[in-house]
């Protein structure tokens, strides 16, 4: 979609949202939401499996533009790819809290489709270190997938994940479909801001304001692991965002007073 | 100190803290603080290395009770244990923000020893998938410290690291000195507490209310994993704290009027 702009927004200073409970997640991405509907968002993507499966289908039902997770296009790439007479199955692969939520899962096997699911936490420190691609990743996935039954595709259940896709290739053999989420979402995004009317004027030039970066937390660690994982080194700005927002000291830890101070 | 009640309070809302901005941990260690001492904590330990590192200081001269950090009983430690004309070097292993803040490697080099200093984020996440023991630690672990140069004691400078000690040893050998400061500072707190009359009477026997347990976040994961370590199965309770509270949604997200419902 090279003629519209984008506003991306990281909550850095609340991640990971995978462990988190749902309730708070749900919370994060209201105000998330909020913040990208302030700054005159005419569409928004839930960019993140498990914000996705933890409050799709409510903040689809309450904000004021059109609003899409990166589930159901990842559902439906799966499904397009099992091959009932063969295998039949999907494994899915997430945060802890994206397979708890059992968004994938559930849509799957309404449709017919056998899962297998499994949490793996530390994929996402392994790809944010940098070592997505070695033999630490792959010992990790052996870990998480070793008793894993033969499937058709696997879904890559979360945004980091699909730069381990050398790896798992290699652990799981070529014939094992990898779903990445990232493409089948826009493709639908594509089509749908066209069907709504909502596609902007085409661009003859790209701008410098075609992406404007916001993360909640660090800058410079922002920049630092963008920079690392291959991607732009367009500026961040940093954004204070509900709680994200860093507190203020109590009154009541102003100094009192002590009969001895120790700073050891 | 047996005759002794602990508050533990686990802001598990809002770790890792490792990567956050040091004026960000500052604040959350405030708002600690400030609710121990709202519970009756005669004293308090900072009991995470990146807290300390950020905020000891500050703190102990702002709080009305004495209060330690992790840091300067690990440095004492590691000093007694260099033989200086051996090789004369301490290894300081922490989160990105413990190596950033330099509070070991400062206090090591005020005192003539030489440092060498890596920032470890994999260890964490690895501790608490309970793989600390395992072929994936240990290849971590050869990431890590492949290009370490000769010590003669290496400090685990956070508190999940000690979980870590075999895999260490296996790697970096037997005659490097592991340096593990809860063991130092409980030495410390001991003492310190005996110097200034703060000790409790003598309890005939241990009481189910010998320790408190306090988490931000949610507590069945916080159970799972202390279990997972083979910690105490004794109960813990949610406290709301700060901005590790869960936000109301706002009204601006109150449903409005749009044209079209997408749910994909």
Not at 11 to 17: L, Q
Not at 189 to 197: I, K, P
Request: charged share 20%; hydrophobic share 45%; proline share 8%.
């Amino acid at each position: 979609m090279p003629d519209e702009r984008f506003v991306y927004l990281g909550d850095t200073a609340r991640v990971p949202y995978g462990s988190k409970p749902l309730e708070m997640v749900r919370a994060f991405a209201s105000e998330i939401a909020e913040e990208l509907v302030a700054r005159g968002a005419k569409a928004i993507v839930i960019a993140c499996n498990t914000a996705s499966a933890a409050s799709l289908p409510e903040l689809a039902a309450r904000l004021p533009v059109p609003t899409w997770g990166v589930v159901q296009p990842g559902v439906d790439a799966a499904i397009d790819a099992v091959t009932p007479a063969y295998r039949g199955r999907v494994a899915v692969l997430g945060t802890e809290a994206t397979i708890k939520a059992r968004a994938y899962q559930d849509r799957l096997e309404a449709a017919g489709v056998a899962t297998w699911s499994r949490a793996c936490p530390l994929f996402v420190p392994i790809v944010e270190e940098g070592v997505s691609d070695s033999a630490i990743a792959e010992l990790v996935a052996r870990h998480y997938l070793g008793d894993m039954p033969a499937v058709d595709a696997v879904i890559l259940g979360c945004t980091h994940y699909p730069l381990l896709k050398p790896t798992l290739s290699r652990v799981l053999g070529p014939e094992v479909v990898l779903i990445d989420s990232s493409e089948a979402v826009a493709d639908v995004v594509s089509a749908d801001l066209a069907r709504l009317g909502l596609c902007s004027p085409a661009r003859r030039t790209a701008g410098a304001d075609d992406v404007t970066y916001l993360v909640t937390g660090d800058v410079g660690s922002f920049m630092n692991t963008v920079t690392r994982l291959g991607g732009t080194d367009a500026p961040a700005e940093r954004v204070d965002l509900g709680t994200a927002r860093a507190p203020k000291s109590s009154p009541a830890l102003e100094p009192l007073p002590r009969s001895e101070h120790l700073a050891s």
